[in-house]
């Protein structure tokens, strides 16, 4: 079946910058869009980033300019670059698998920024 697992997380100070990876197996890969989500403690959970096949992006106008989302279909794995994180960016980080009939999701990386 679809496995999605995230890594990368962790604490960073205000300033840094992480990198998510997102592992994916069991699914071909490169047919799919995939999107970064995050969900902050008492929020709702927001889409961050999108990378489609053709590898167009898409993000949130609160991470423009900061974050940058990539995929290598060689390695079954959509990357989120993060850079100049603030601490509004701590959150568990998810990955997506977008399909028509049903969406694959990660299990999360915990992104936590100090001030």
């Known amino acids: 079946q679809v496995q999605l697992v995230e890594s990368g997380g962790g604490l960073v100070q205000a300033g840094g910058s992480l990198r998510l990876s997102c592992a994916a197996s069991?699914?071909?890969?490169?047919?799919?869009?995939m999107a970064w989500y995050r969900q902050a403690p008492g929020k709702q959970r927001e889409q961050v980033a999108l990378i489609t096949t053709d590898g167009s992006t898409n993000y949130a106008d609160s991470v423009k300019g900061r974050f940058t989302i990539s995929r290598d279909n060689a390695k079954n794995t959509m990357y989120l670059q993060m850079n100049s994180l603030k601490p509004e960016d701590t959150a568990v980080y998810y990955c997506?698998?977008?399909?028509?009939?049903?969406?694959?999701w990660g299990k999360g990386t915990l992104v936590t920024v100090s001030s």
């Open positions: 997506k698998q977008i399909r028509v009939t049903i969406d694959y």
């Open positions: 069991g699914t071909i890969f490169s047919l799919y869009d």
